[in-house]
């Protein structure tokens, strides 16, 4: 005997609740076999719904898709507080050096610290350390030249932290500034690691294990 429930009616009500208590964006594939092989139509047209009723509601709330599945998240009219409410429970930043790393991973990878510092034109070693700690970023390898430096790429966490979909939704590197100033990252971002806040001349390059 089968100790699967039966597939609930109304979907929505099963498949908000499932999308809440995921603590990452989850996809439609999943919530059909969390619900017992339901549809992904169903499943779809489930969510639909209930971006529809969240839409005509005013609790604050909204669907957002993001890194292939969809999330619950805030909407952008009540970010002040939010933002306001993260702010009181840590106040500390991601430094300006690991922001500009951040971004010229973002847009060039794959790349190589060499290339991140011909860029720049300081030795990112030690935000590449901070990122990588907070999994922002990842190692996807090492490039086939002399030296066979190890080359970086963004990871999913730096998809949920930007509330991206995929890195064909980041803006031009043009409006990458406004785009930070939108989202409010100096106030909100984890700061790095301690030791890696600063940057230093001459720091051999961070290794760590590839996740790609």
């Known amino acids: 005997m089968s100790d699967t429930p039966p597939t609930p009616d109304p979907l ?4 908000g609740a499932l999308i809440f208590a995921s603590d990452e964006p989850v996809g439609t594939k999943e919530l059909s076999r969390a619900l017992g092989g339901v549809e992904p139509e169903r499943i779809e047209e489930a969510i639909q719904t209930l971006e529809r009723h969240l839409e005509q509601h005013p609790l604050g ?35 300006l050096p690991a922001l500009e790393t951040l971004a010229v991973v973002a847009y060039r990878q794959p790349v190589t610290a060499p290339e991140i510092q011909a860029i720049r034109g300081k030795d990112p070693s030690a935000a590449l350390r901070g990122l990588l700690d907070k999994k922002l970023l990842r190692t996807l390898g ?13 990871t999913k ?53 590839s996740d790609a």
Do not use: C, M
């Open 142 to 154: 090492r490039k086939k030249v002399v030296g066979s430096p190890l080359l970086y790429g963004t």
């Open 12 to 15: 929505e009500p099963a498949v």
């Open 61 to 95: 709330l909204q669907l957002e898709r993001v890194a292939g599945g969809v999330r619950l998240a805030t909407r952008p009219d009540v970010g002040t507080w939010v933002r306001r409410f993260f702010r009181e429970r840590n106040r500390t930043r991601l430094s």
């Open 157 to 209: 966490e730096f998809l949920l932290h930007f509330g991206l979909d995929s890195l064909e939704d980041l803006p031009s590197i043009e409006d990458f500034d406004q785009f930070l100033d939108a989202l409010d990252v100096h106030a909100e971002l984890v700061a790095e690691t301690p030791g890696a806040a600063g940057e230093s001349e001459g720091e051999t390059e961070p290794s760590a294990p």
